[in-house]
């Protein structure tokens, strides 16, 4: 356990470094994970070793992942959420099913089990809201087409990655987990939304509405809510990540949703620098020799792949070839969302260190690829060229 003196040392080396590094990633046109992440393995145990104890910053960084998946629930209102999948679920699912096919084939192709390649395959249905949404100009009416394929696409695979997160928890190792307690945990998940629903209509709103001028009242409501809830699927079997997405999605159709988004945003932040910097801190340098390949060869994988099955797909349905290759440009990289499932599978002792690395190597590779090929290629807020730059 870290002294508080230290933690606060820590805190001052970690946001101070991070201010640094995100000056630097926003000259180069890199999103800004990438530099907390880089901040990690530089000031972590296997770089300059001065932030040593990292268990308390990761212990602190996992409450970053429960208020993203809060946010991520109050942005998805169900009205609007089927609409857009609509359009594209086919899409979405074929394509994933030929990334998870890829990756797994990649990782039987590394030598690594079969276990791990099948977690490597789900780590690579997805892409990156961070460069899809981030990256795309929204005063142009084509790109809000573009824009609406995009998140329907993104959407769909945030949901198969809470399954997937639901999964892992549930067959993981160290939670002694039996088949029964599965299906267990599939059965207590319609219950927890039921009673996320009823509780939000009966108890939780009327009493937003009643205090809505105190603002601080607002804020805790909202914390309690996101916690609670986080804490309560993990006491069914579920993860406190799920338990923080039913807590956001039960509430995306009030009116209060926004305005609880916008004020949680700089707390979410604040612990996702703590989150990527502990990943960051977590990577072994000594191990870069042996997943530098690997990492290598998946994310040309994913660069020339993901486009080329974007496209095809897209234009089976009837849209145009320009918008096709292009939503496939700029969805053709990894996640965030595949570091964090490295991060988890490897902390229920899914994955060995080997495959955790090779995931996150190619998450971050793929990144900064596919930034550079969107801000050369494609019109974008932060494109190198005058012609190309739109906001």
Same mark, same amino acid.
């Given at each position: 356990?870290?002294?508080?003196?230290?933690?606060?040392?820590?805190?001052?080396?970690?946001?101070?470094?991070?201010?640094?590094?995100?000056?630097?990633?926003? @000259?180069?046109?890199?999103?800004?994970?990438?530099?907390?992440?880089?901040?990690?393995?530089?000031?972590?145990?296997?770089?300059?070793?001065?932030?040593?104890?990292?268990?308390?910053?990761?212990?602190?960084?996992?409450?970053?992942?429960?208020?993203?998946?809060?946010?991520?629930?109050?942005?998805?209102?169900?009205?609007?959420?089927?609409?857009? &999948?609509?359009?594209?679920?086919?899409?979405?699912?074929?394509?994933?099913?030929?990334?998870?096919?890829?990756?797994?084939?990649?990782?039987?192709?590394?030598? &690594?089990?079969?276990?791990?390649?099948?977690?490597?395959?789900?780590?690579?249905?997805?892409?990156?809201?961070?460069?899809?949404?981030?990256?795309?100009?929204?005063?142009?009416?084509?790109?809000?087409?573009?824009?609406?394929?995009?998140?329907?696409?993104?959407?769909?695979?945030?949901?198969? !990655? #809470?399954?997937?997160?639901?999964?892992?928890?549930?067959?993981?190792?160290?939670?002694?987990?039996?088949?029964?307690?599965?299906?267990?945990?599939?059965?207590?998940?319609?219950? &927890?939304?039921?009673?996320?629903?009823?509780?939000?209509?009966?108890?939780?709103?009327?009493?937003?509405?009643?205090?809505?001028?105190?603002?601080?009242?607002?804020?805790?409501?909202?914390?309690?809510?996101?916690?609670?809830?986080?804490?309560? !699927?993990?006491?069914?079997?579920?993860?406190?990540?799920?338990?923080?997405?039913?807590?956001?999605?039960?509430?995306?159709?009030?009116?209060?949703?926004?305005? #609880?988004?916008?004020?949680?945003?700089?707390?979410?932040?604040?612990?996702?620098?703590?989150?990527? @910097?502990?990943?960051?801190?977590?990577?072994?340098?000594?191990?870069?020799?042996?997943?530098?390949?690997?990492?290598?060869?998946?994310?040309? !994988?994913?660069?020339?792949?993901?486009?080329?099955?974007?496209?095809?797909?897209?234009?089976?349905?009837?849209?145009?070839?320009?918008?096709?290759?292009?939503?496939?440009?700029?969805?053709?990289?990894?996640?965030?969302?595949?570091?964090?499932? !490295?991060? @988890?599978?490897?902390?229920?002792?899914?994955?060995?260190?080997?495959?955790?690395?090779?995931?996150?190597?190619?998450?971050?590779?793929?990144?900064?690829?596919?930034?550079?090929?969107?801000?050369?290629?494609?019109?974008?807020? #932060?494109?190198?060229?005058?012609?190309?730059?739109?906001?």
């Amino acid at each position: 356990m870290m002294e508080s003196g230290s933690l606060l040392f820590s805190f001052f080396l970690i946001f101070t470094g991070a201010a640094i590094l995100a000056t630097g990633a926003l @000259f180069t046109r890199q999103p800004l994970l990438v530099a907390y992440i880089a901040l990690g393995a530089i000031l972590g145990p296997f770089g300059l070793e001065v932030v040593n104890d990292t268990n308390l910053l990761n212990d602190i960084a996992h409450v970053g992942i429960i208020f993203l998946l809060f946010l991520l629930g109050l942005d998805m209102q169900p009205s609007h959420l089927a609409h857009l &999948l609509r359009k594209t679920a086919t899409v979405g699912l074929l394509s994933s099913f030929l990334f998870a096919l890829t990756g797994y084939g990649l990782g039987l192709t590394f030598g &690594l089990p079969q276990n791990e390649a099948i977690i490597i395959g789900a780590t690579m249905m997805f892409s990156s809201t961070i460069i899809g949404i981030k990256l795309l100009p929204t005063t142009v009416l084509h790109h809000r087409h573009t824009g609406e394929i995009m998140v329907s696409l993104l959407l769909l695979q945030d949901l198969m !990655a #809470i399954i997937a997160l639901l999964l892992l928890y549930n067959l993981s190792p160290s939670h002694s987990t039996n088949y029964n307690e599965l299906i267990m945990a599939f059965i207590a998940l319609p219950a &927890l939304i039921f009673t996320a629903i009823m509780l939000v209509k009966y108890l939780l709103l009327p009493l937003m509405v009643r205090f809505d001028r105190f603002h601080e009242y607002l804020f805790l409501m909202a914390l309690g809510w996101c916690l609670g809830f986080a804490e309560l !699927a993990h006491s069914l079997n579920l993860s406190y990540e799920i338990g923080a997405f039913i807590a956001g999605i039960s509430i995306a159709t009030s009116p209060i949703a926004q305005y #609880i988004a916008i004020n949680l945003k700089p707390l979410r932040d604040f612990f996702l620098v703590l989150f990527f @910097f502990s990943i960051g801190a977590s990577f072994n340098l000594d191990l870069l020799g042996q997943v530098l390949f690997p990492a290598a060869v998946m994310t040309g !994988a994913v660069i020339l792949i993901k486009p080329v099955v974007f496209g095809f797909l897209l234009r089976k349905v009837s849209e145009n070839r320009s918008t096709a290759w292009e939503v496939g440009f700029r969805l053709g990289q990894t996640s965030e969302f595949s570091i964090l499932i !490295a991060a @988890f599978a490897s902390g229920q002792n899914l994955i060995g260190e080997i495959s955790a690395h090779i995931i996150q190597a190619t998450a971050i590779l793929s990144l900064l690829v596919s930034s550079y090929i969107v801000v050369f290629r494609f019109e974008s807020p #932060i494109a190198l060229s005058e012609r190309l730059r739109r906001d």
